[in-house]
């Protein structure tokens, strides 16, 4: 059986840090990952990732979706990799010496995305921007994924062969996965094996409304299709009782 609880992640879309932190209050520690999108991550920066990161057990997935030259995504990514770190001390007769440095609290972000429109050069310099400065702060490096066809885009006659191009290339410059829909995992997967990561957005509960939402899918048809992680925004944000929303994703399995 095909178990939904350690691959949901809550899409935190938002315009305030309130309204974020209510609905991690309201859905924590049933669901410990959530989205942080341009939205909200444009209206409170990091304060809305040290928000989720207080919460024990919860993390982070940045999707920024960085497309720009590649030294300036490669300064991104490195940020990111270090965001909402904390410094910890040794408690000695000279505390504030480099010396006495004891390690760094692990960063709240697990995951964040780049473009890979980009290129092959500034996808490169994405994956060893998360690399050099997760060992320059000893950390564990958060996983970068690459974006490669909306989900909002209607599915056309050569969409699977670009999405399938486009994974090909994240796994070839050093990416951990990409985001597709749900209609590509599954080829995704039989082409870049069973460790590349795939995150699937899109996702709706049947019966429920498609919103802008052109490839989309069930919970169920997502894990079944090899997906790592599924991403659910309004059908959580937009229920009169979210955690229920939550538990109803969560009671969807399929056999293997």
Do not use: W
């Not at 024990?56 to 490195?78: C, H, M, N, R, W």
């Not at 006495?100 to 692990?106: C, D, L, R, S």
């Not at 890979?116 to 060992?135: H, V």
């Not at 597709?180 to 995150?199: L, N, P, Q, T, Y």
Request: glycine share 8%; proline share 4%.
């Amino acid at each position: 059986m095909h178990n939904i609880s350690d691959k949901l992640i809550v899409a935190l879309d938002v315009n305030t840090l309130k309204e974020a932190e209510d609905i991690v209050k309201k859905l924590y520690p049933v669901v410990k990952l959530f989205k942080i999108g341009s939205q909200l991550f444009t209206a409170c920066g990091l304060e809305a990732v040290k928000m989720v990161g207080k919460k024990e057990g919860a993390k982070v997935f940045l999707d920024l979706k960085f497309y720009d030259i590649p030294q300036t995504v490669f300064s991104a990514v490195s940020s990111g990799t270090g965001a909402a770190c904390e410094v910890v001390f040794v408690s000695t007769t000279s505390p504030n010496t480099e010396e006495n440095i004891k390690g760094v609290i692990q960063s709240p972000v697990f995951m964040m995305t780049v473009h890979t429109s980009g290129g092959r050069e500034m996808l490169e310099k994405a994956a060893e921007g998360a690399r050099i400065r997760a060992k320059e702060l000893k950390i564990d490096k958060p996983l970068i994924i690459g974006v490669t066809v909306l989900t909002s885009e209607p599915a056309k006659e050569q969409t699977l062969e670009n999405v399938l191009d486009k994974a090909k290339l994240a796994q070839q410059t050093g990416l951990d996965g990409v985001v597709c829909s749900v209609h590509e995992a599954a080829a995704v997967r039989k082409a870049c094996g069973k460790d590349f990561i795939i995150v699937t957005p899109g996702i709706r509960l049947k019966g429920a409304e498609n919103n802008d939402q052109k490839r989309m899918a069930t919970p169920q048809e997502a894990i079944k299709a090899g997906a790592n992680y599924i991403v659910v925004g309004r059908p959580i944000l937009q229920a009169q009782d979210p955690l229920k929303a939550v538990q109803e994703i969560l009671q969807e399995k399929s056999g293997d």
